[in-house]
Nanobody, 125 residues
Framework: QVQLVESGGGLVQAGGSLRLSCAAS????????MGWFRQDPGKDRDFVAT????????YYRGSVKGRFTISRDNAKNTVYLQMNSLKPEDTAVYYC??????????????????WGKGTLVTVSS
């Protein structure tokens, strides 16, 4: 089993920045594909960004491209999501996810094997 713990959420004004962290423990494997998702209450969980095992390939949903950056430090078993130019519509609970293999479609939740419990990001206008 792999445990994922997110941190770094909080309240920020529009235009501000936050950096989320996701620490992995347990039977970790640095070959895992990692991702970030977000969810508003009463809505579906949406894909935000993903990074392959080496960090050389990243992919973002359109609404965050150019503002968010996903990265990983395999020596620390940690994945990051740097969020800049935050907007009120970025408000959500952010979840870290891991997949034991490459993900054919990062938007599909069924390809992700492990999930964290989430961290709340609130962007005020």
């Amino acid at each position: 089993q792999v445990q994922l713990v997110e941190s770094g959420g909080g309240l920020v004004q529009a235009g501000g920045s936050l950096r989320l962290s996701c620490a992995a423990s347990g039977r970790t494997d640095n070959t895992y594909t990692m991702g970030w998702f977000r969810q508003d209450p009463g809505k579906d969980r949406d894909f935000v960004a993903t990074i392959n095992w080496s960090g050389g390939i990243t992919y973002y949903r359109g609404s965050v491209k150019g503002r968010f950056t996903i990265s990983r430090d395999n020596a620390k078993n940690t994945v990051y999501l740097q969020m800049n130019s935050l907007k009120p519509e970025d408000t959500a609970v952010y979840y870290c996810a891991a997949s034991r293999s490459s993900v054919p479609s990062p938007y599909a939740l069924e390809y992700w094997d492990y999930w964290g419990k989430g961290t709340l990001v609130t962007v005020s206008s």
